[in-house]
């Protein structure tokens, strides 16, 4: 793919289409009345778009959202909202944190919800975007992943037992994505996991 239709595919003009999962959370869980949804996404868009050209900010990538009956979302949910329950989750690469929003969304208590990303614009344009600074009571970190001299994921180690990895280890290399596993795991809680889509090709 050459530069000029990689730029072509990398953004795509207007809202997308009607995402059903995507503007409910936006209505009932932002507030945000369904006749604004629109004009609303453009703006936080462009908002993204003129902070950083990446892919998933011009395809609208941000949108998707985890299908309520898959059966490891269903189970994922199980486990957080599970009364007594002990685990938490980590949503690596988080971006703008829209899993950690249809979770809450869907009952899971703020304090067992945590993000990380590199990119702290992404964090915050995510407050932007769901309206919910005051509200969402989850924890964000900022740092590399992959930088062994970056430390500052490691507040993290012992607070969660579920990785949400959506759409990140198809972006590494085999040697970074064994890498990655290995800090994210950083301890030896009994159950960790790990669940999300990648993309991957047939060798």
């Given at each position: 793919m050459d530069i000029l239709t990689l730029q072509k595919w990398a953004y795509t003009d207007g809202v997308p289409s009607y995402n059903a999962m995507a503007y409910s959370l936006l209505q009932h869980y932002s507030g945000i009345p369904?006749?604004?949804?629109?004009?609303?996404?453009?703006?936080i868009r462009k908002l993204a778009w003129d902070a950083s050209r990446q892919p998933f900010i011009?395809?609208?990538?941000?949108?998707?959202?985890a299908k309520p009956l898959d059966p490891c979302y269903q189970q994922v949910l199980f486990r957080l909202t599970l009364p007594e329950s002990t685990d938490s989750?980590?949503?690596?690469?988080?971006?703008?944190?829209?899993?950690?929003?249809?979770?809450?969304a869907n009952g899971v208590a703020g304090s067992k919800l945590f993000g990380a990303d590199i990119e702290p614009r992404f964090i915050s344009l995510g407050y932007d975007l769901f309206r919910d600074k005051e509200t969402l009571g989850a924890t964000f970190v900022t740092g590399d992943l992959l930088n062994p001299?970056?430390?500052?994921l490691d507040v993290l180690?012992?607070?969660f037992t579920i990785v949400h990895a959506?759409?990140?280890?198809h972006l590494l290399s085999w040697t970074e994505?064994?890498?990655?596993?290995?800090?994210?795991?950083m301890d030896d809680l009994p159950d960790k996991g790990f669940f999300g889509?990648?993309?991957?090709?047939s060798a």
């Open positions: 369904e006749a604004n949804i629109d004009s609303h996404l453009l703006h011009g395809r609208w990538k941000f949108l998707r959202l989750i980590l949503d690596i690469g988080c971006g703008f944190g829209q899993a950690l929003r249809q979770l809450r001299d970056d430390r500052r180690s012992g607070r959506d759409s990140f280890f994505q064994l890498y990655a596993a290995k800090r994210l795991i889509w990648q993309q991957a090709v």
